[in-house]
């Protein structure tokens, strides 16, 4: 959305394409804290609503379909679309983010929807004066553990290593709250019940012993994986599935930039999202003005 | 005071410009025993007052049950969009936060008697030769589900066996227990089909065509 307004404000014709939800994953994101501007923190969706609007002031057209696969003929870029269309156009900017990673263990597909969740904004309610567990512990994890015990009577914390990755005032507020204990050095090996979750096998990594443990619900935050599988012929990814830019987000095909989290880089939050997406709407601009020029 | 901020009315009344065809929004609420139905009655007579084609019908769910057989209403607050005739689409408690925007899109397809699918979804349509209802379980505070809802009110839309209903789930918590409701978005086809996610357009028509097979 922000590569939108940069080309939105240089009077591009800019079509985005939103599959799931607009405003991507910081969407359900309780409170967002460490993006410049809002001392108080603003939550996600009030964050991506502003941000639509500001794009959508600048012209962009938001149309809630996905992409299936990107065509490139000549200079143009076509754009295969979920409602089987196929949009012509110069340039395309890939912001398709990420998705969360599966823990992929035994009950955790068959306990989707029946305790075992993704989105805590989404399903937290249901889990009122109930036991839960968060996996992980980065900023996501830990975020949503501390708002989870708005709902869970106890939340653990179940993390593979003794220490979090989480930002450290984050971790510092989830350590003062009572109804959270953590897990260390533990992952999930199973996922039982019957017709909801009832209980987890949690294994512990440093004396190999395993524990069956009673439980309501499982939130899994343990990450995310590209969303490259769509570009994967059309571009160079790195070994994670990242997808390569240079240092002005353009990939290694003309006319094709990527932003946000879908990038190979260090660090994935809104401010260098923003950041990204600013820059490869001014390397859109450029591009088209130097196609212009050469026709001329 | 309204629960619709200055700037959205203008946007909706901008939108609502484009209408086609009149839309009736009709509403049933309970004076007691209803946590949201002022709310929503509020929201709604805010809305037709935002337009000359939106009417707004309201009726009490404990008396009037001449109404209530009409549009087979199970539950309040439950609010039906209607067109020219009605499609099946139904709301089953608030449509408050991300489930606000489905109500304007359902707004505006009903207005133009569109449901908007591709081709291929409504030829597959075409096969539902019996009533179907599809039930999508929601909390207003998931982003993800309008996408469920809307695919689902826009079958309704295209095919008049199908029924469907949005359920703000942690309104009627003995229903969304008695089908296992703990994530959202969740499907339900005819008590026999169950899908958790917003699924693609193909594979939630899918999910509804499998609801017909004889042994479901």
């Known amino acids: 959305m922000t590569a939108g307004i940069y080309t939105g404000r240089a009077k591009l014709k800019t079509l985005l394409l939103e599959e799931k939800a607009i405003g991507g994953e910081i969407v359900v994101a309780d409170i967002v804290e460490n993006y410049p501007g809002f001392p108080k923190g603003i939550s996600g969706s009030d964050l991506t609503s502003a941000i639509e609007e500001q794009?959508?002031?600048?012209?962009?057209?938001?149309?809630?379909?996905?992409?299936?696969?990107?065509?490139?003929?000549?200079?143009?870029?076509?754009?295969?679309t979920t409602d089987d269309r196929m949009i012509t156009t110069k340039t395309i900017i890939i912001a398709a983010g990420t998705q969360n990673i599966k823990l992929n263990v035994p009950g955790e597909k068959l306990f989707t929807g029946r305790g075992v969740s993704y989105c805590a904004q989404c399903d937290g309610a249901f889990f009122k004066d109930k036991e839960i567990i968060v996996v992980g512990g980065g900023d996501t994890a830990i975020g949503d553990a501390i708002f989870l015990t708005?709902?869970?009577?106890?939340?653990?914390?179940?993390?593979?290593?003794?220490?979090?990755?989480?930002?450290?005032?984050?971790?510092?507020?989830?350590?003062?709250?009572?109804?959270?204990?953590?897990?260390?050095?533990?992952?999930?090996?199973?996922?039982?019940?019957?017709?909801?979750?009832?209980?987890?096998?949690?294994?512990?990594?440093?004396t190999d012993t395993v524990v069956t443990k009673r439980i309501d619900g499982v939130f899994i935050f343990i990450g995310n994986n590209p969303n490259t599988g769509f570009v994967k012929d059309i571009v160079t990814l790195d070994e994670s599935g990242y997808i390569?830019?240079?240092?002005?987000m353009g990939t290694n095909q003309p006319g094709i930039f990527a932003a946000g989290d879908i990038r190979s880089k260090m660090v994935r939050q809104v401010a260098t999202a923003v950041g990204d997406g600013a820059m490869a709407g001014s390397s859109v601009q450029r591009y088209i003005e130097k196609l212009e020029t050469v026709k001329k | 005071m309204g629960l619709l901020q200055e700037k959205d009315k203008e946007y909706l009344k901008n939108e609502f410009s484009k209408l086609k065809n009149d839309v009736k929004l009709v509403l049933f609420?309970?004076?007691?025993?209803?946590?949201?139905?002022?709310?929503?009655?509020?929201?709604?007579?805010?809305l037709g007052s935002l337009s000359d084609k939106i009417k707004v019908e309201h009726y009490d769910y404990a008396t009037q049950n001449d109404k209530k057989e009409q549009y087979k209403i199970d539950k309040y607050p439950a609010l039906i969009?209607?067109?020219?005739?009605?499609?099946?689409?139904?709301?089953?408690?608030?449509?408050?936060?991300?489930?606000?925007a489905s109500v304007i899109e359902d707004i505006m397809d009903v207005s133009e008697g569109s449901s908007h699918l591709t081709e291929e979804s409504k030829k597959k349509l075409q096969a539902i030769n019996k009533p179907i209802r599809i039930q999508v379980f929601v909390t207003p505070s998931c982003p993800y589900c309008p996408k469920a809802v809307r695919t689902a009110h826009k079958i309704a839309i295209e095919n008049d066996f199908v029924t469907a209903d949005m359920v703000e789930a942690t309104e009627f918590p003995e229903v969304s227990n008695k089908y296992g409701v703990q994530s959202v978005p969740k499907t339900v086809i005819n008590d026999g089909v169950e899908f958790v996610g917003a699924l693609p357009e193909d594979q939630f028509i899918d999910g509804v065509i499998s609801a017909l097979e004889p042994n479901r």
């Open chain 1, 150 to 206: 708005r709902f869970a009577r106890k939340v653990s914390v179940v993390h593979r290593r003794d220490k979090l990755r989480a930002e450290k005032i984050l971790q510092e507020r989830a350590f003062s709250i009572p109804s959270i204990e953590f897990i260390w050095d533990s992952v999930i090996t199973g996922i039982e019940g019957k017709k909801t979750v009832e209980a987890v096998s949690l294994k512990n990594l440093k």
């Open chain 1, 55 to 80: 794009a959508r002031s600048f012209g962009v057209e938001i149309c809630e379909i996905g992409a299936t696969r990107i065509e490139l003929n000549g200079e143009n870029r076509i754009v295969h």
């Open chain 2, 29 to 46: 609420t309970q004076e007691e025993d209803c946590t949201y139905c002022n709310d929503e009655k509020m929201l709604i007579d805010e």
């Open chain 1, 244 to 248: 390569i830019t240079d240092e002005n």
């Open chain 2, 81 to 100: 969009i209607e067109g020219v005739r009605d499609y099946g689409i139904r709301y089953y408690g608030i449509p408050a936060g991300y489930e606000f």
